[in-house]
């Protein structure tokens, strides 16, 4: 039935992607609709969530190659005036993998095996290496590379008193799936940015004792310290599970558009707001400061236990939101590729929200961006007062402070250069017109 539907609109000239619905939830089934056509199986009845995100991922499908002309007009056009946003789009993007192959589990068993069977001892030392390094960078590894990672940093947690190690075809097996859930087409929020949060949760565990570095280049002498009691073995083993899972089916847009478009779609309720918005920022800010004091005016042995709960709670999330904005505390290099993508996923979303005829805020406007500003404002208000809160009761986090302030600097140099390139050109234009004025005269 769906190959006939799919060669009579393939006949058509009228845009229509087919979309198999149904109430049968039987991977079998729905992976036979795939395989004859459908471009997506939603399960019947459709859940709010499920529309919004649906009719993004067709959305961008239909119009990728649009984008990728529009991006390339844009840059051509603006790359002498200004280094405003993502004027080249970086070579290390991800790449969109061939988006068939996931819906295979024949595909997904062979790569398993793939990935279990191949001698990569050496390899994998390499990449023990890479993660255990502030300057990570996952843009430049292959989605297998990615998907090692994350295994070795797993790895590292059933090494701690009260885990045991986990079989390993089912780690992989988890971390494949995981990483499948991830929509690739998204320039910023896809696998690479999970991998690069879990990476970045990681390293300030190690650095704070918490966990042993995959690399073994720094061995800290375990401290008997108030945040072992705060973070058991199995907390930092959930904690990483939330690092790499927390964006997954992201749908490449924020809050404020889903909000905007429930209108669009006539008023279907959006209630999921995660905990890594902007919004509650300064909230996270006051609460780490309070419980830094906490920390030092009582011992947490002392504490029952709701309290150690909250305290725990309150602990992991601040981790959580650092290592989440955590690309403005990277080397320069690292924080550059990051900030041009995340401004080219906000400017896709201007033109979807154009295109929808909602309003366009300047900060996803093509036109208005600039790179530079975008950072310093970002750096100035909400990332610096957070890495500091941290920092305030975790003395060995005082490297992303240091990096931030020292991006920082080269944000505002790199901002003053191109005012001062803007005034070159504007003296040069009235230096024209005023010969051009004589000229006449
Ligand atoms: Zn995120």
Not at 196 to 212: A, G, H, K, R
Not at 246 to 264: E, M, R, S
Not at 300 to 309: C, F, G, L, M, P
Request: hydrophobic share 40%.
């Amino acid at each position: 039935m769906i190959t006939q539907a799919v060669n009579r609109l393939s006949e058509t000239t009228i845009p229509i992607v087919d979309i198999a619905c149904s109430t049968i939830d039987d991977s079998n089934f729905m992976i036979e609709c795939i395989q004859a056509g459908a471009a997506d199986y939603v399960l019947h009845p459709l859940r709010p969530d499920v529309i919004k995100t649906l009719f993004l991922v067709l959305y961008r499908h239909q119009k990728m190659d649009l984008y990728q002309d529009h991006r390339l007009i844009y840059s051509s056009t603006t790359l002498s005036t200004s280094s405003v946003m993502s004027p080249t789009t970086p070579t290390t993007l991800p790449t969109t993998s061939n988006h068939n192959s996931v819906y295979l589990p024949d595909n997904i068993h062979e790569r398993m095996k793939h990935l279990i069977t191949k001698d990569i001892k050496e390899h994998k030392e390499n990449l023990k290496g890479k993660v255990s390094s502030w300057d990570f960078c996952p843009l430049s590894l292959s989605h297998q590379d990615l998907i090692h990672c994350v295994v070795i940093i797993l790895n590292q947690v059933f090494l701690l008193p009260g885990m045991h190690p986990m079989n390993q075809e089912q780690l992989y097996d988890f971390v494949i799936d995981l990483s499948n859930l991830y929509h690739d087409d998204n320039p910023y929020h896809n696998f690479f940015h999970a991998v690069d949060v879990l990476q970045c949760i990681y390293y300030f565990l190690c650095q704070i004792n918490l966990l042993p570095f995959a690399d073994h280049s720094t061995i800290k002498t375990p401290k008997d310290d108030k945040r072992h009691y705060i973070l058991r073995s199995i907390d930092i083993f959930a904690l990483l599970i939330a690092a790499i899972g927390h964006d997954t089916g992201h749908p490449g847009v924020n809050n404020a558009f889903l909000h905007g478009f429930d209108t669009y779609l006539g008023g279907v309720e959006s209630s999921q707001y995660k905990a890594t918005d902007m919004s509650l920022h300064c909230d996270y800010v006051a609460k780490i400061k309070e419980q830094t004091k906490r920390l030092m005016d009582s011992h947490s042995t002392d504490w029952d236990e709701a309290r150690i709960i909250e305290e725990r709670l309150l602990f992991c999330s601040g981790l959580m939101k650092c290592a989440d904005i955590s690309n403005v505390a990277r080397p320069f290099p690292r924080a550059f590729e990051w900030a041009q993508i995340l401004v080219e996923e906000f400017a896709c979303q201007g033109d979807l929200e154009r295109e929808l005829g909602l309003p366009v805020l300047p900060m996803n406007d093509r036109s208005k961006i600039v790179l530079e500003d975008s950072q310093i404002g970002f750096i100035k208000f909400i990332a610096l007062g957070l890495f500091e809160s941290i920092h305030g009761y975790m003395q060995d986090l005082s490297f992303p402070v240091e990096h931030i302030k020292k991006n920082l600097s080269v944000w505002e140099e790199r901002k003053k250069e191109l005012i001062d390139k803007e005034h070159e050109i504007i003296e040069e234009t009235t230096i024209v017109q005023s010969a051009t004025t004589i000229g006449k005269l």
